[in-house]
């Protein structure tokens, strides 16, 4: 039996999660490609019609179906779900309702296909010139090629002390700087969760956030739902499962403005959160990644407790993607978790890469002016996709009040919206994210933030096309 077979048998058997790698044969050397964790609910998904034709049957492949879903397996025991250079054609999605186990959008899922790209979270921007040029002068001191500290080098954190100080009222909080904001949350999961811990989410939910906590053992993911109108987070429900939920979750988590929905949380609505919380004794973890990312006059703001760990990325704002850098800001009274923090970045990053942290410094310098100065021509995208969207009908599209998102409702027929995505990539060559991926079946996240507006005007035009397409004869390939 092939060592995969082996780990999918393994899978079958335990709830624990097993590692896979996917070995990538070129011109007979063998590549170790990829590695992902499958856990209990995962399942395949394949979106290519000649290897969907192979489901349930032989060929080459064949389907080991299992608790945890469909493994893909070649006759000779290798797995061959997934990507890579010889395999593009499937890719693997998660449990029950389509979540996704391995890097599904921002590596794999947009290599699969060719088209304009409206999918992944990314903004067109790059840093700024100014902070770029200063680096370029510092890649020769000793210091960058050294480890610096675990929670960043001082000046950055000095620097983001008063920025969060200034900008979000944060006064009492310390700070970690991380290699990304998503790191930050794996980081936090580890810090405050056991294995078999109860957290909540909200959907449609941030599909990194529900991974991170599914990889790190927690398996009691209570998904609450957002308000049918606005998707602002259910606090009803919050509420009551906090009062019921036996024991009380350790977690509850949201995204502000939200990915993927795009919609903002007004301030009272995360006042109410964060009391609930408190007063169950759950953790609050706010994502504020898309910080500076609001529109038509909204602001943003953060809410501070000894219950409430804040969350900020570089990427977006700066266009700092590949850089990375994120950052924690937590309470500077809760004794112990500063330790429980550095303990996990030093097993994992140690730090932040060096350099990285120096760009991120000068683009501060810039200034929130700076941001505001990038984003501010994106709601002209935006109106764009939504204009696109409008086949859809009224009261289809929602969320972009923030973020760089919308969220489209597909028509009822459409609950597998992984076909429509595959669909609209392969017929009309436009790349977008399906609503399953979010714990939303029947849905489509539209990204308005990667592309420079003639760019996406096109996309908009592809989109349109799409979705006209569908509505009046249906998926036909
Ligand atoms: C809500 C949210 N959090 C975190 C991230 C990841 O950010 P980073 O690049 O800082 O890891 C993203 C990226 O799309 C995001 O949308």
Same mark, same amino acid.
Not at 51 to 77: P, Q
Not at 119 to 148: D, F, H, M, T
Not at 342 to 361: E, T, W
Not at 417 to 440: E, F, M, N, R, Y
């Given at each position: 039996m092939g060592s995969y077979v082996k780990l999918a048998k393994r899978a079958v058997e335990t709830d624990m999660p097993v590692m896979v790698k996917k070995y990538a044969h070129q011109h007979n050397h063998v590549n170790a490609a990829y590695e992902y964790v499958l856990c209990v609910g995962d399942r395949v998904f394949i979106p290519c019609a000649r290897e969907r034709a192979l489901h349930g049957v032989g060929g080459d492949l064949f389907i080991l179906k299992t608790h945890v879903g469909y493994v893909y397996m070649r006759a000779n025991g290798g797995l061959d779900a997934g990507f890579g250079p010889k395999s593009e054609k499937c890719c693997v999605l998660g449990p029950g309702l389509s979540f996704p186990f391995f890097m599904f959008p921002y590596t794999a899922f947009f290599t699969l296909y060719k088209g304009v790209e409206i999918g992944e979270g990314v903004v067109y921007w790059q840093p700024p010139k100014e902070a770029l040029n200063k680096v370029k002068e510092l890649v020769w001191e000793p210091s960058i090629s050294r480890y610096g500290a675990d929670e960043g080098i001082p000046e950055l954190r000095e620097a983001l002390i008063q920025k969060l100080q200034k900008e979000n009222k944060l006064v009492k909080s310390s700070v970690m700087v991380t290699a990304g904001a998503n790191q930050a949350f794996v980081n936090l999961v580890l810090a405050l969760c056991d294995t078999g811990d109860s957290v909540v989410m909200f959907a449609p939910y941030y599909f990194n956030a529900y991974m991170s906590f599914q990889m790190t053992g927690v398996t009691n993911i209570l998904v609450g739902p957002g308000? $049918?109108?606005?998707?602002? $987070?259910?606090a009803d429900w919050l509420e009551k499962i906090l009062s019921e939920a036996k024991p009380v979750p350790k977690v509850v988590t949201v995204v502000n403005p939200g990915n993927p929905s795009g919609t903002y949380i007004p301030d009272p609505l995360l006042k109410r959160i964060s009391n609930l919380c408190r007063e169950a004794g759950s953790w609050l973890i706010v994502d504020n990644?898309?910080?500076?990312?609001?529109?038509?006059g909204r602001k943003h703001s953060c809410i501070e407790g000894d219950h409430v760990v804040n969350i900020f990325s570089f990427s977006k704002a700066y266009g700092m993607m590949g850089w990375r850098v994120g950052y924690i800001a937590y309470p500077s009274g809760v004794e112990g978790f500063q330790n429980q923090l550095l303990k996990i970045q030093d097993n994992i990053p140690?730090? *932040?890469?060096i350099l990285s942290q120096h760009l991120a410094l000068y683009s501060l310098e810039m200034g929130p002016e700076w941001v505001t100065e990038q984003v501010k021509d994106l709601v002209k995208n935006r109106d764009i996709i939504l204009e696109a969207l409008s086949p859809l009908g009224e009261g289809a599209v929602k969320g972009g009040?923030? *973020?760089i998102y919308l969220w489209a409702k597909l028509p009822e027929q459409y609950v597998e919206d992984d076909k429509v995505v595959d669909w609209l990539a392969t017929t009309h060559k436009v790349i977008v994210i399906p609503g399953s991926a979010c714990g939303c079946p029947g849905h489509l996240r539209i990204s308005?933030?990667?592309?420079t507006e003639n760019d996406c005007r096109d996309a908009a035009e592809k989109l349109r096309r799409g979705l006209e397409d569908l509505l009046s004869n249906g998926i036909v390939q």
């Amino acid at each position: 039996m092939g060592s995969y077979v082996k780990l999918a048998k393994r899978a079958v058997e335990t709830d624990m999660p097993v590692m896979v790698k996917k070995y990538a044969h070129q011109h007979n050397h063998v590549n170790a490609a990829y590695e992902y964790v499958l856990c209990v609910g995962d399942r395949v998904f394949i979106p290519c019609a000649r290897e969907r034709a192979l489901h349930g049957v032989g060929g080459d492949l064949f389907i080991l179906k299992t608790h945890v879903g469909y493994v893909y397996m070649r006759a000779n025991g290798g797995l061959d779900a997934g990507f890579g250079p010889k395999s593009e054609k499937c890719c693997v999605l998660g449990p029950g309702l389509s979540f996704p186990f391995f890097m599904f959008p921002y590596t794999a899922f947009f290599t699969l296909y060719k088209g304009v790209e409206i999918g992944e979270g990314v903004v067109y921007w790059q840093p700024p010139k100014e902070a770029l040029n200063k680096v370029k002068e510092l890649v020769w001191e000793p210091s960058i090629s050294r480890y610096g500290a675990d929670e960043g080098i001082p000046e950055l954190r000095e620097a983001l002390i008063q920025k969060l100080q200034k900008e979000n009222k944060l006064v009492k909080s310390s700070v970690m700087v991380t290699a990304g904001a998503n790191q930050a949350f794996v980081n936090l999961v580890l810090a405050l969760c056991d294995t078999g811990d109860s957290v909540v989410m909200f959907a449609p939910y941030y599909f990194n956030a529900y991974m991170s906590f599914q990889m790190t053992g927690v398996t009691n993911i209570l998904v609450g739902p957002g308000n $049918p109108e606005t998707l602002h $987070p259910d606090a009803d429900w919050l509420e009551k499962i906090l009062s019921e939920a036996k024991p009380v979750p350790k977690v509850v988590t949201v995204v502000n403005p939200g990915n993927p929905s795009g919609t903002y949380i007004p301030d009272p609505l995360l006042k109410r959160i964060s009391n609930l919380c408190r007063e169950a004794g759950s953790w609050l973890i706010v994502d504020n990644t898309y910080e500076y990312f609001m529109y038509d006059g909204r602001k943003h703001s953060c809410i501070e407790g000894d219950h409430v760990v804040n969350i900020f990325s570089f990427s977006k704002a700066y266009g700092m993607m590949g850089w990375r850098v994120g950052y924690i800001a937590y309470p500077s009274g809760v004794e112990g978790f500063q330790n429980q923090l550095l303990k996990i970045q030093d097993n994992i990053p140690i730090c *932040a890469s060096i350099l990285s942290q120096h760009l991120a410094l000068y683009s501060l310098e810039m200034g929130p002016e700076w941001v505001t100065e990038q984003v501010k021509d994106l709601v002209k995208n935006r109106d764009i996709i939504l204009e696109a969207l409008s086949p859809l009908g009224e009261g289809a599209v929602k969320g972009g009040e923030g *973020a760089i998102y919308l969220w489209a409702k597909l028509p009822e027929q459409y609950v597998e919206d992984d076909k429509v995505v595959d669909w609209l990539a392969t017929t009309h060559k436009v790349i977008v994210i399906p609503g399953s991926a979010c714990g939303c079946p029947g849905h489509l996240r539209i990204s308005f933030g990667g592309l420079t507006e003639n760019d996406c005007r096109d996309a908009a035009e592809k989109l349109r096309r799409g979705l006209e397409d569908l509505l009046s004869n249906g998926i036909v390939q």
